[in-house]
């Protein structure tokens, strides 16, 4: 085994094997501590997890691609609050009374419609005043949760229509409508990232941008494409998810930029650009939502998962960083 | 004496930008509304930034030495949560003392790990912001904390007391701002700070203990946190144990209002004064005019956006960026 494969094999799969170290550990501990006699590794309970985790997922693809090309994006949480008003305001506009139930694809095309157009401003912004991402998204955050507020005050605005929640509930080969929307979603920004030309360029840009530009690569574009891409995920995380609960609070959303980014980080994205996996923040969000699940399963109070994750996401920067500098030795400063 | 030519006053309009902002502000609001200006108005508007302030103060030493700080308002809500629940089993004078003591060793878990360990601050912070909140949760065992004899006790005096006329969080919101101003601009170990910032590798190849600084900017952080803690809890004498969160963010954008910039090695406290000033006043403003409470986040954002995009289109010359 030559030196470096064992420090990359640790890299490439560490989050599986976090993964299936978590599984092992509730599996077991679930025997001695749980309150319930119900297994950990039930599969309803396993494809629940799967459901849980799509709203945090579909928005953790979306935020790989922004950090890979070297950006990032604080702005989701309200960008999904904004999408969720949309969805279940729209359906109840007259102009759409005549509709019936085709009025869930027109509301669903404004949801998301509103999520590429927050994701484009955003991108604009971006590129043409060369404002750091971190400050423009940090703005609109609360310029989009200013509006959310505005929509309809601090009163919930909700919608039920019956039809979309069954759609939403479905189960197709098990899984539910949401696990099929993560799935896809995973794929289909995989395939944009590994087998296209935008993801090819969208990782040169954030490796080294000069050699980019140098190369003759047009940042500005790729930037606000995948700013659109985020945006659009956002809105479909939303959208998906409150077809099924029908009520949006304005509050709704925040802090999932957090969740999100630490969902990524875990996948092992690194910040500043150039490189992460697709797949592996699949892994990622899967390792937070079984370690959730996991902590409740085995008895610890909501708090303790706050805590555990914390430390766990500066332990795996610490250990990334270990890892890295036997690779390269770097000038110690 | 300096000629004025076009240049120069393009300069300074792009330096002071968000001086001028913010007179331009205050005159526009003042004509909208009379009532704008009236000393008890622009009083109670210093006074409800003044938890806020005291927290941009601490996060503006972060920033200047070039990394980030998101756990401040997870950390605050653990003082305000720690400072409320001792206050009943120890007694004020020495709950406060333990809630600064609590807090500081927050601040030196996270310059440890960013000052010794160089790990990347933004996820260090994210991650303590996480953890904090449920070290918080956990010490209050997720209840309401309230102090149970709010009438006996001095301790409302922070939040609520007056000296000399002048609201109490006033007074500590401008002391705290004036002895740091002068720290960081008028002494060695300010100029170390602009130094690690500005260009870390140097100040290490001239001799500055670039972990020692970061980790003394997170501590003074810490003890802008536990002030803020201290007056937040002082002035409600009970609270949730979310009083803090999203106000990392609206820290930062403060902090970034002054003009600090995230890559360290720039800002001034008076600046990020004058950051949470505008803030607080473009709020009140806006409500006296009869906009909608939220409509100021909307102005925020594109105040934000400016005040950034001028700054740097002064520095580089053109107003629109080179990216292709």
């Known amino acids: ?333 | 004496m300096p000629q004025i030519t076009k240049a120069s006053i393009g300069r300074f309009v792009a330096r002071q930008g968000i001086l001028i902002a913010f007179v331009l502000f205050m005159v526009g609001f003042t004509f909208a509304n009379q009532r704008f200006l009236a000393p008890e108005n622009v009083m109670g508007v210093i006074r409800s930034s003044a938890i806020l302030g005291v927290m941009a103060l601490g996060v503006t030493f972060v920033v200047i030495s070039g990394n980030l700080d998101l756990s401040v308002g997870s950390m605050m809500s653990f003082s305000t949560i720690v400072v409320l629940d001792l206050h009943d089993k120890l007694g004020p004078t020495l709950a406060i003392p333990a809630m600064f003591a609590m807090t500081l060793c927050l601040g030196a878990i996270i310059g440890f790990l960013v000052g010794y360990l160089k790990l990347n601050s933004l996820i260090v912070t994210l991650g303590m912001l996480s953890a904090i909140h449920g070290l918080t949760l956990t010490y209050s065992g997720g209840k309401n904390m309230d102090i149970v004899d709010k009438e006996g006790t001095w301790f409302s005096v922070f939040g609520q007391g007056d000296a000399l006329g002048v609201p109490v969080p006033i007074l500590m919101f401008l002391g705290l701002a004036a002895l740091l101003g002068i720290v960081l601009a008028k002494t060695p170990f300010g100029r170390k700070i602009y130094a690690v910032g500005g260009n870390g590798v140097a100040a290490t190849f001239s001799g500055i203990r670039r972990p020692r600084v970061i980790l003394s900017c997170y501590l003074i952080s810490a003890f802008c946190v536990a002030t803020a803690g201290l007056l937040q809890a002082s002035r409600s004498l009970g609270s949730q144990n979310t009083v803090g969160q999203g106000l990392e963010l609206e820290v930062l954008a403060a902090v970034i209002l002054g003009g600090a910039s995230l890559l360290g090695g720039s800002g001034t406290i008076f600046k990020t004064v004058i950051g949470v000033l505008i803030l607080g006043f473009i709020q009140n403003g806006l409500l006296l005019v009869g906009l909608q409470f939220y409509a100021q986040y909307v102005v925020t954002w594109v105040i934000i956006i400016l005040a950034v995009w001028l700054d740097i289109a002064a520095k580089r010359g053109k107003l629109l960026s080179p990216i292709a």
């Open chain 1, 1 to 333: 085994m030559s030196s470096g494969m064992l420090s990359t094999f640790l890299k490439r799969g560490a989050i599986w094997g976090f993964i299936l170290v978590e599984l092992a550990f509730f599996s077991i501990a679930g025997e001695q501590m749980s309150l319930s006699d119900k297994a950990f590794m039930d599969l309803d309970n396993m494809l629940l997890l799967f459901k849980q985790s799509a709203p945090i997922g579909i928005i953790a693809v979306g935020m790989t691609i922004i950090m890979i090309n070297g950006n990032i994006d604080l702005s989701v949480g309200a960008t999904f609050a904004l999408a969720a008003i949309v969805l279940l305001d729209s359906m109840t506009w007259p102009i759409f009374s005549g509709l019936g139930d085709w009025v869930i694809p027109v509301a669903w095309l404004l949801a998301l419609l509103t999520g590429v157009i927050l994701g484009a401003l955003n991108g604009f912004i971006v590129w043409k005043t060369g404002i750091d991402a971190f400050i423009v998204t940090l703005g609109s955050m609360l310029g989009f949760r200013g509006l959310v507020f505005m929509y309809n005050g601090e009163n919930p605005t909700s919608h039920l229509n019956w039809t979309l929640v069954d759609f939403a509930e479905a189960q197709w080969l098990g899984l539910h409508t949401a696990t099929w929307f993560l799935l896809g979603a995973t794929a289909i920004i995989w395939y944009i990232m590994n087998r296209t030309v935008h993801g090819r360029n969208a990782y040169a840009i954030g490796n080294n941008r000069e050699a980019a530009v140098n190369a003759g690569i047009r940042v500005g574009p790729h930037m606000m494409i995948n700013f659109m891409i985020i945006g659009f995920l956002a809105a479909l995380s939303a959208v998906v998810f409150y077809s099924e609960s029908g009520s949006v609070n304005p509050n709704d959303g925040e802090l999932y930029e957090l969740w999100v980014i630490t969902a990524v980080v875990l996948g092992g994205t690194k910040l500043t650009g150039g490189s992460g996996s697709i797949i592996s923040t699949f892994g990622g969000v899967i390792a937070i939502q079984l370690l959730r699940k996991g902590l409740g399963h085995i008895g610890a109070d909501t708090e303790t998962v706050n805590l555990v994750i914390g430390m766990i996401l500066i332990a795996v920067l610490f250990l990334d960083r270990q890892l890295n500098i036997k690779g390269k030795e770097e000038l110690r400063v």
